[in-house]
Nanobody, 121 residues
């Protein structure tokens, strides 16, 4: 599975961005997927996850502001980011893995190269 992110950029606080992650190769709607981010000098952290049945879960820091979704027909994962804050500045990665239907990934086998998000105050 190959994952390619796009949609990052620079935005002012309060603005919005939508990240996309195009999947190719041995894709399957049964993969669990997620978005993670890593800010300079910090460890990578999970942002949002989506199970193969469409169930979603979010980190507390982004709950109510970010929305994860996927289009199985297009093999594309999205992350809609609204009300962005300077602390959201990071490299954002999409990732995929295998899990039972309706379960979230415990770990990820496939990773994209990342897309940079910068939020200025």
């Amino acid at each position: 599975v190959q994952l390619v992110e796009s949609g990052g950029g620079s935005v002012q606080a309060g603005g919005s961005l939508r990240l996309s992650c195009a999947a190719s190769g041995s894709t399957s709607s049964r993969y669990c997927m997620g978005w993670l981010r890593q800010a300079p000098g910090k460890e990578r952290e999970g942002v949002a996850r989506i199970a193969s049945d469409g169930s979603t879960t979010y980190a507390n820091s982004v709950k109510g502001r970010f929305t994860i979704s996927k289009d199985n027909a297009k093999n594309t994962l999205y992350l809609q980011m609204d009300s962005l804050k300077p602390e959201d500045t990071a490299m954002y990665y999409c990732a995929a893995g295998a899990a039972a239907f309706g379960f979230y990934c415990d770990g990820y086998s496939y990773w994209g190269q990342g897309t940079q998000v910068a939020v200025s105050s």
